[in-house]
């Protein structure tokens, strides 16, 4: 089972930037999704998450307002809207699929994960 995120990159204080993971078919369906991250020197954290019709998103208090999840259950593909980025934003983001269709906030929660892509907020 692959995960394969991409999208990461360098952005400004108060920028945006768009990151994406693609699965195989078999891991997608019907599968909720999620999104962590890893900052320099701290523990993985929950994101954002989804469920697999896309009908219950759930947030870290941290982006609430400002990231998005979606999905596009015909291209299998999990996305995630980034605005009004921080410093602090700074990490490396893993997507993860659960074998549930209700999403978790929990690492627990998960079965897969993809190796993840950096995003880089300069202030």
């Known amino acids: 089972v692959q995960l394969q995120a991409f999208g990461g990159g360098l952005v400004q204080a108060g920028g945006s930037l768009k990151v994406s993971c693609t699965t195989s078919?078999?891991?997608?369906?019907?599968?909720?999704m999620g999104w962590f991250r890893r900052a320099p020197g701290k523990e993985r954290e929950f994101i954002s998450s989804?469920?697999?019709?896309?009908?219950?998103?759930k947030y870290a208090d941290s982006v609430k307002g400002r990231f998005t999840i979606s999905r596009d259950n015909a291209k299998n593909t999990v996305f995630l809207q980034m605005n009004s980025l921080k410093p602090e934003d700074t990490a490396v983001y893993y997507c993860?699929?659960?074998?549930?269709?209700?999403?978790?906030?929990?690492?627990?929660?998960?079965?897969?994960w993809g190796q993840g892509t950096l995003v880089t907020v300069s202030s």
């Open positions: 993860a699929a659960s074998r549930l269709s209700i999403s978790s906030m929990t690492i627990t929660g998960y079965n897969y």
């Open positions: 078919r078999r891991t997608f369906s019907n599968n909720a």
């Open positions: 989804i469920s697999w019709r896309g009908g219950m998103t």
